[in-house]
């Protein structure tokens, strides 16, 4: 199907797959992500402390292997793997083994320590952390048409929309079962949820290839834990209109599926959840793990003026990273495999 100058009309999830990962996709760019925005992880190094005080309560769980896998999954330039491994105390950093997963090429400047790979080893003994990963796995988007019908949205390279055909079979299924949206009937407003506009125009991202991709980098973790962390959703708060975003040179910024911008959607964390998972804010999981966003006390001013400056610095990190209406409201799905979650945060 082909349009006039904005070139052929696809689905969402095909015309994303080609701007982000094809050859000249956007995260193939030398930059990586953090050119262009600040996750957790770019945020402050309390981040990666906290992920390796998790994976020492995995290892705990775990009665010490002799080997303890730390999986970065979608790993952006490696720098989450890095900030872990280094923060490990000895006894366990001695048994501590490092895989970066991306799909972009290794960086030339990644400790010789690290293995880089295209996909999760698999069986490993530990713990597997997928950071803003399932955000960026591709997504068809379902809109309902004037007469309430949920049509798949197409688009051309230029961002322009129009509606296709009717959403059907397994994509059909996903709806139904986690972001309905009325299948037939009248444009008019809805009679239950937070939502009481028109049918007409409502959006929904069909989060079917999130699920699969979690549910395969679950199975890739012999024991241990699988955590997925990202802005999320859960039934009953989808957004109305989706979520679906572009950013570009650390700006929002309309998706156009160009190369030229990450395109982004939030998750469906709780369809992707499987059974014996839980799901909790990062602000409450960042808290167990240790961070703290509360001041030092005013006397450390005095006794030692530089902790003091260095602690303060520390607080407005935990800060950002456990913000309401920021990091600290994105979700994490914490999935044990093979162990309790008993002592997990
Ligand atoms: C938003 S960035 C997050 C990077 C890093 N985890 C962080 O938090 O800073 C998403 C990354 O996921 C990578 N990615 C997407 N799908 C992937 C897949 N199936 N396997 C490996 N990496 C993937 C992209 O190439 C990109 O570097």
């Known amino acids: 199907m082909t349009g006039a100058a904005g070139g052929e009309w696809r689905g969402w999830r095909e015309a994303t797959e080609e701007a982000l990962y094809g050859p000249l996709g956007f995260y193939r760019r030398p930059e990586g992500p953090a050119g262009h925005f600040r996750t957790s992880v770019h945020a402050s190094p309390l981040f990666a402390e906290a992920v390796a005080r998790l994976l020492c309560r995995v290892d ?190 650390g700006r929002e910024t309309a998706p156009v599926p160009d190369g030229s911008c990450d395109i982004t959607a939030h998750v469906a964390l709780d369809a992707c959840a499987l059974p014996g998972a839980r799901l909790l804010a990062q602000r409450d999981a960042l808290r167990a793990l240790g961070v703290s966003s509360g001041r030092p006390p005013l006397t450390l001013a005095t006794t030692d003026p530089a902790a003091y400056v260095r602690a303060l610095a520390r607080a407005g990190e935990a800060a950002e990273l456990t913000a309401p209406g920021g990091l600290g409201d994105f979700g994490w799905l914490l999935q044990p495999v093979g162990v309790p979650d008993a002592q997990l945060p």
Do not use: C
């Not at 972009?104 to 996909?119: F, G, K, M, V």
């Not at 059907?168 to 709806?175: K, P, S, V």
């Open 60 to 249: 705990e769980t775990l009665g010490h292997p002799s080997e303890l896998a730390f999986v970065d999954m979608a790993a952006g330039r490696g720098e989450l793997v890095t900030g872990v491994l280094k923060a490990l105390p000895a006894d366990v950093a001695s048994r501590a083994r490092g895989y970066a997963i991306e799909r972009a090429t290794r960086p030339s400047d990644l400790h010789h320590r690290i293995e880089w790979l295209q996909e999760p080893p698999k069986g490993v003994t530990g713990l597997l952390f997928a950071n803003e990963w399932l955000d960026n796995v591709p997504v068809d988007i379902a809109q309902v048409d004037p007469d309430g019908v949920r049509r798949l949205v197409l688009v051309r390279r230029d961002g322009t929309e129009r509606l296709g055909d009717p959403v059907e079979g397994a994509d059909a299924e996903w709806l139904d079962r986690w972001w309905p949206l009325p299948a037939e009937g009248p444009s008019e407003g809805p009679s239950e949820g937070p939502y009481e506009g028109p049918y007409e125009g409502l959006r929904a991202e069909i989060g079917r290839p999130r699920d699969a991709a979690w549910a395969s980098a679950v199975a890739s973790v012999g024991r241990g834990l699988a955590v997925a962390v990202d802005y999320a959703h859960t039934a009953g708060a989808r957004p109305p209109f989706g979520t679906l975003t572009g950013f570009r040179a």
